[in-house]
């Protein structure tokens, strides 16, 4: 058995925040964040959980297949700003709300990089004969678990949803052919919630509600990120013996125009090829991949049998990248 990528959808909250508006929060300005990032504006969600904005991509993608909902018999949700903090997890929370109260469901935690993890664990099972249709989410509701007193990450950071089918297939053109995904936890301290967990310095979530934001070096990480993302995209690329000039989409996490630029400029990828959707987006952390490939599908850009890149960088730090044709079904 083969694992193919069918469908996908995603969901982004109405209200938006502009970088005029949090020129009112912190000391920024527009320019700043336009010429360092290419962020215009994210998205914030209001009343709506990490699962409510989980359920309604995964509606979406699910309406976009001939695969029936009850033909569904694993989820698996990547998020760092999950409905609560240890359980339930929010897969269970989205697989109740979908109606599949019995399906297998867990969350995975490997920050940016959760959506390429996702899809590796539902390949693995599909390939192992164990499952046949997985749906696979990311989604995030950052704006929980941020600082809006810190200008270098409130600036970033957007809220949303994507999600994705994968489902068994035993034709080999169908099928996703290689990810790659790696983690180097000496980094940890780059990007993290400092409080909160059994490794905090605070006997309780409630001790110090400050180390329960995110934290991050980002020129550190910015450096790290470039150079990962760029060996990882080659590697996989060489294994699979294809030119980059053969891919349709590359796909990157959007986490900075700049990195995206650096990367693909490495690989001599076209504008054409280079799906950006940072500056209206921001960086959503595991929603941002499935938010993308929703973006070129939605504006007719993504045919069947097209090959995508994915590529992602994050918190762990985590990194991962994965060749995927367009298998709609
Ligand atoms: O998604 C997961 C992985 N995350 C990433 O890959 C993010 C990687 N990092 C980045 O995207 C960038 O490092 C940032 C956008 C976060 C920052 O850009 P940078 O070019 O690395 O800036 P910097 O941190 O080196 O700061 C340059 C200056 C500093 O001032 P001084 O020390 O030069 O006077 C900062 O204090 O910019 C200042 N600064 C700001 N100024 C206006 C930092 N944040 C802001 C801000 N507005 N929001």
Excluded at 136 to 151: T, W
């Amino acid at each position: 058995m083969y694992a193919a990528f069918r469908s996908i959808g995603a969901y982004v909250p109405p209200k938006v925040l502009s970088n005029n508006d949090l020129t009112k929060m912190v000391d920024t300005s527009d320019e700043w964040i336009t010429k360092r990032t290419g962020i215009k504006e994210r998205h914030i969600a209001e009343d709506e959980t990490t699962s409510d904005m989980g359920v309604k991509a995964a509606t979406k993608a699910l309406k976009r297949t001939a695969i029936d909902k009850s033909e569904i018999d694993l989820i698996v949700c990547a998020t760092i700003s999950p409905d609560y903090f240890c359980m339930p997890s929010t897969a269970t929370i989205i697989a109740d709300k979908l109606g599949l109260p019995n399906v297998m469901a867990f969350d995975i935690s490997a920050a940016c990089t959760g959506f390429i993890y996702a899809l590796s664990i539902a390949k693995a099972y599909i390939e192992a004969g164990i499952k046949k249709n997985v749906l696979i989410i990311g989604a995030e509701r950052l704006s929980k678990i941020i600082d809006y007193s810190d200008r270098a990450t409130c600036i970033l950071f957007g809220d949303g949803a994507g999600a994705a089918i994968i489902s068994a297939t035993d034709n080999k053109k169908e099928a996703i052919l290689d990810i790659h995904t790696g983690s180097d936890g000496s980094y940890a301290e780059l990007l993290m919630t400092p409080n909160g967990g059994s490794g905090s310095a605070h006997d309780s979530i409630r001790a110090e509600s400050a180390g329960v934001f995110m934290q991050m070096r980002g020129n550190e990480t910015f450096k790290i990120a470039v150079k990962t993302l760029t060996s990882d995209v080659k590697d996989i690329l060489a294994k699979n013996s294809i030119k980059a000039s053969e891919i349709s989409h590359f796909i990157p996490h959007q986490a900075n125009y700049r990195i995206i630029k650096a990367v693909g400029d490495v690989l001599e990828m076209t504008e054409e090829q280079v799906v950006l959707t940072v500056a209206k987006y921001g960086n959503t952390s595991s929603a941002s991949i499935p938010m993308a490939i929703n973006d070129i599908y939605e504006s007719k850009k993504l045919q069947p049998n097209e090959m995508m890149l994915l590529d992602a960088f994050g918190g762990g730090l985590t990194w991962g990248s994965a060749l995927v044709p367009f298998s709609p079904k």
